[in-house]
């Protein structure tokens, strides 16, 4: 099953969802501690990350200095489909917020500052808002009370 690719369609049907909890990056070293869940993990040269429930991070005694709210895009992206992850991300930048992002299979997730993820879900509603406008050619005028605006195209 393929997801979408098409940047403006993306974008338009991004739909942003705040995941409940708080969730915190920390690594190990070797293997993932008995009765801890990651949502992701990454192997790396020095250990393998993992991000956690806090709540789960604190009763394994792991240690973490970022704290974050997970927002999955609704949207199936496409893993090659190009340009949805610097758009969020320039996005978010441009309020002042860190993005951490993960693709998986279907969707993207985000990891924004705990104490800003609903301001993060808002801008990308917001964006996703503007992203379905659709858009004008250059000297072309305003479409009038006649015209019915598609997502991608002005029908007269």
């Known amino acids: 099953m393929s997801g979408e690719t098409d940047l403006r369609e993306l974008l338009t049907t991004m739909r942003p ?11 190990v070293d070797g293997e993932i501690p008995p009765g801890l869940r990651p949502v992701v993990t990454v ?3 020095e250990g393998l990350t993992l991000v956690v429930r806090q709540r789960d991070a604190d009763a394994a005694g792991l240690k973490y ?7 999955t895009l ?9 340009g949805l992850t610097a758009a969020v991300a320039r996005e978010l930048a441009a309020a002042g917020l860190s993005c951490n ?8 997730h985000l990891f924004v500052p705990y104490r800003q993820a609903a301001r993060a879900v808002r801008l990308l509603e917001d964006r996703s ?11 072309e005028p305003p479409p009038g009370p006649d015209v019915m605006e598609g997502a991608d195209r002005v029908y007269r």
Do not use: C, K, M, Q
């Open 129 to 139: 808002r503007r992203s379905g406008r659709p858009r004008r050619r250059e000297g």
């Open 17 to 27: 969802r705040p995941n409940p909890g708080r969730y915190v990056f920390t690594t």
């Open 43 to 45: 192997a790396e040269d």
């Open 74 to 82: 609704g949207v199936h992206s496409a893993l090659d489909a190009v």
């Open 101 to 108: 992002v993960v693709a998986g299979f279907h969707h993207d």
């Open 65 to 71: 200095d970022y704290v974050a709210g997970w927002i």
